[in-house]
């Protein structure tokens, strides 16, 4: 904010990048009104610098005590999306969702079952993605994760599914396979030329109409970050439904498999929330149905120990 010149007056105009708007001409009350506006950017940039130097403190306590989880790529992209898109319905799925579901039940699965080196997002393509700056300007998923994440990702063409940095990290972006095959869904494409286009894979539509959960995790260094995933009752039917097919790589069927187990058994001990009853079954396939209650764990004496 701040007085400009026009027609031989000054005019106090406020601008949001490119985008300005007057307020006035030079008065006591617009210099008054300038005067409260750069003491509260003063005072918010202070603020600012507390709490920045509260979380430096903290990150390095829990760096200290090995509580980081998430890797440092994949936090970085999750809350450059929470501050380009509050409405982003793009979810983690994969193997990244696992530190999600830890947080949400207050444990840690080994490191084995959370090893990965790509993160998968998926999005519901029945609508746009819309990312925005600061200054209100539409910014593709590929240009923001190149500007604001790593200048070394790239992708293998100008329509890739794929991004890539230099370590060799993955992000990929996935959408469900339309019905019918042929269907245009008008999310499909962001509009930003080069952007990322997501990759149809059969199967997600019931992780796009789940229901999403909402958590904070730590990255590696210390640090929070958003995430939203699918409910893990139907990620892990998923993970279990990929372990069955027979086109899947074989060298993940049994990664799959043994991930929905784990989640499963960690959603009947520590998510009594999210029950895995017949209101839920009712909603899976007629040919997974009965496969995921086999491996549901079978229900204890739960009356009280006194």
Not at 133 to 141: A, K, M, N, S, Y
Not at 171 to 195: C, F, H, N, T, Y
Not at 217 to 229: K, L, N, W
């Amino acid at each position: 904010m701040g007085f400009e010149a026009r027609d031989g007056k000054d005019y106090l105009y406020r601008r949001v990048g490119g985008a300005g708007k007057s307020l006035g001409p030079r008065s006591e009350q617009t210099e008054e009104q300038l005067a409260r506006f750069k003491d509260g950017r003063e005072e918010n940039r202070a603020r600012l610098q507390r709490l920045q130097d509260s979380l430096d403190k903290q990150a390095a306590i829990l760096r200290g005590l090995r509580d980081g989880r998430l890797p440092v790529v994949a936090a970085r992209i999750l809350r450059e999306l929470r501050l380009h898109s509050r409405q982003s319905r793009i979810r983690v799925v994969g193997t990244n969702a696992l530190y999600a579901y830890e947080a949400l039940a207050g444990v840690r699965f080994e490191v084995g079952a959370t090893a990965t080196s790509d993160t998968d997002l998926l999005h519901d393509d029945r609508n746009r993605l819309r990312l925005l700056t600061d200054e209100r300007r539409l910014i593709g998923l590929a240009e923001m994760i190149k500007s604001r994440i790593d200048a070394s990702f790239t992708s293998r063409n100008p329509r890739d599914y794929r991004l890539t940095n230099a370590e060799g990290y993955m992000v990929e972006l996935i959408r469900p396979k339309p019905r019918p095959a042929w269907k245009k869904m008008p999310g499909a494409e962001s509009g930003q030329a080069g952007d990322l286009v997501g990759t149809p894979n059969i199967g997600l539509q019931w992780l796009v109409n789940a229901p999403a959960v909402d958590t904070i995790v730590v990255d590696e260094r210390g640090y929070p970050a958003p995430i939203r995933c699918p409910d893990p009752r139907y990620w892990a039917a998923h993970k279990f439904w990929l372990s069955t097919r027979e086109d899947r790589d074989p060298a993940k069927k049994g990664r799959d498999a043994a991930q929905a187990l784990a989640v499963v058994k960690l959603i009947a001990e520590k998510l009594p929330h999210l029950p895995l009853d017949e209101v839920f079954f009712t909603q899976l396939p007629n040919a997974l149905r009965d496969q995921i209650k086999a491996i549901v764990p079978a229900k204890g004496d739960d009356r009280p120990g006194w």
